[in-house]
């Protein structure tokens, strides 16, 4: 399975964009990007996912580079609600999640 | 729809009992799988099913089975509980077996000390 490497833990403040990257170097042509965020005590939750192109939803944005080989997603405007732990994950076959970003948001 | 479901929310057992997690979907989906998260770290798969009837192992499964009779339950058995499964367990399941475009929802976790 392809491997994802992402920062250890990033901080924002309340109300501002978050930009998490994600580097995964070794992504087949058939893998998709997928970023779940877990909340504290909570299991994972969908975020969003994409393949090629970058996408957009109600909860955030994902742009993927042109090579593929890195994307970020973005929080448009940071909530204390955000605060999660963020995974980045390549789905091929299998659904491997790596250690994650922790993500605080300060007031 | 109550989406997944899994019981007990927490629960103790010593070293050497038995037990079995409870996992149900009520979104007719194909694939389910049971990971583990311990303490600070990702959630690592130990067993998934494509399908009533088919199982596979995932990447940490010594000392758990499984079974799929139903579409919508995936029962995790214990068969000798020890303290390294001490662990916060978490069922998941997504429409298509396997299809990287799905999407996984999780439930909420079983929370489990063994003694």
């Known amino acids: 399975d392809a491997k994802t490497t992402q920062p250890n833990s990033m901080e924002s403040n309340e109300e501002e964009p978050v930009h998490l990257p994600c580097n995964h170097s070794t992504i087949s042509g058939t893998d998709y990007i997928h970023w779940y965020r877990q909340l504290p005590s909570q299991g994972p939750e969908y975020v969003i996912h994409?393949?090629?192109s970058n996408v957009n939803n109600r909860m955030a944005s994902l742009a993927i580079a042109e090579d593929r080989k890195s994307s970020t997603l973005i929080l448009h405007r940071a909530t204390l609600r955000d605060a999660a732990v963020y995974y980045c994950?390549?789905?091929?076959?299998?659904?491997?999640f790596g250690p994650g970003t922790r993500l605080s948001v300060l007031p | 729809n109550a989406g997944v479901t899994q019981t007990p929310k927490f629960q103790v057992l010593k070293t050497g009992q038995s037990m079995t997690l409870q996992c149900a979907q009520d979104?007719?989906?194909?694939?389910m799988s049971w990971y583990r998260q311990d303490p600070g770290m990702g959630l690592r798969l130990i067993h998934y099913s494509v399908g009533a009837g088919i199982t596979d192992q995932g990447e940490v499964p010594n000392g758990y089975n499984v079974s799929r009779s139903t579409t919508e339950d995936f029962p995790l058995r214990l068969l000798s509980a020890a303290p390294s499964q001490t662990s916060v367990y978490f069922c998941?399941?997504?429409?298509?077996?396997?299809?990287?475009?799905?999407?996984?929802?999780f439930g909420p976790g079983t929370r489990l000390t063994v003694l």
């Open positions: 994409g393949l090629t």
């Open positions: 994950i390549l789905y091929g076959q299998n659904f491997v």
């Open positions: 998941a399941s997504s429409r298509q077996a396997g299809g990287p475009a799905d999407t996984q929802y």
């Open positions: 979104m007719n989906h194909e694939y």
